[in-house]
């Protein structure tokens, strides 16, 4: 069989290069995600059966057996032990070389009927919000929108904050079911960390419809009101020392400042001067806070697509088109994207190990 791969940039694999900030996060263990919709917002379903046959071990196995030392860090997300992206681009160029592709750098397809007619199987994998060169064709495409982007705060004292990092927060957007539980960091533009690019994910598509304005809900301690609440039973007990000065071991002294001083209790007030109303405010200010999105800003790591290839289009047992025998579909062009930790990455090594098997197989 001869394979050719036409690539329309000077080199292969320029946005792999660059993954997971040059160390290349390239899967995930998966521990502890018990329901795929957690990583995989769009896609869960088809990945379920993807990752059933080629999940993160049989990817680690891979790489292994082409020489790739990994190691799986205590957050789950698995790196070359190298921490060097360059080698797992160096690794599928020898693969290649190996199996005889053809690789031909500066070949941009601008039209597909073209390339179907002159090959016997197709795969596109020409990566997000690249689904537009099918237009015409008769295959449904989600319109694309970002994912994995952190927000714009309009509040001064939140920004007063910049980084400062709280674990366990749950994030939220207001009027919808969207709630995304992490790390979050404060930056001067508003926030950003894990928590918020899981909410960026799995909201892209009502922030994108609401012009990236709403309303984001923070519950600074991840716990609920009853919890809360007997936190601060147990701070105030037989103290009479002064609220500001006692904080909360998940938060930091200037931010559980900023929240006594936003719920309106004063800054000379003690904890056993604290009324029923202001230990109400100061509940909800800890556990259900309002900030006004104003925008969104680009994430500097990690930055998908959502939207694409409809699902529906697809064969998920071997990634054919449904309609258009022959054509096949890969990676980020597909409507399937992730929450950071190597998962997009995982999507794509899986949807092309299943493509590439089942063209083996039938030619
Ligand atoms: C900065 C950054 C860091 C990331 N880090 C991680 C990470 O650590 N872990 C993780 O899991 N995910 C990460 N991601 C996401 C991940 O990189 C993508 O999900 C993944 O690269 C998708 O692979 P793909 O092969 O589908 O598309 P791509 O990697 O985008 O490759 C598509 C290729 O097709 C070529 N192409 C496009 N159009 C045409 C055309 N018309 N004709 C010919 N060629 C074409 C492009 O030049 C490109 O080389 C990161 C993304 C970014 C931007």
Redesign the pocket.
Known sequence: MEISI????PR?????A????G?????NSFEGVENLAEVYPRGSRLMRRALGRFGWRECCRWFEDEGVQLLVQDDHCVFPVSQDAMQIVRTLERRMRKGGVRLMCG????NISRVLDSADAVVL????G?AG?LEGMPIELVSPVPSLFTLRINDAGLRSLMGTVTENVTLGLAGTRFRAHGTLLLTDWGVSGPATLKLSSYAARELAAGGYKGMLLVNWLGCSEDECRALLRSMASGSGRLIINSHPPRLTERLWRHLVLRAGVREDSRWGELGLKSSARLVNTLISDTYDIIGRARFK????TCGGVSLSEVRPESMESRKLPGLYF????LDI??V?????????WST?WIAAHSIAEKY
Not at 18 to 21: K, N
Not at 23 to 27: A, K, P, Q, S, Y
Not at 107 to 110: L, N, Y
């Open positions: 036409l690539e329309a940039g292969p694999m320029a946005k792999l660059i993954t997971g900030g160390r290349c996060n390239l899967t070949s941009r397809i601008d994998a020409t990566g997000g690249t060169i790591e990690e930055f998908v890969a990676g980020e062009i994207d992730a950071t930790g190597g998962f997009n990455l995982q999507a794509a092309a």
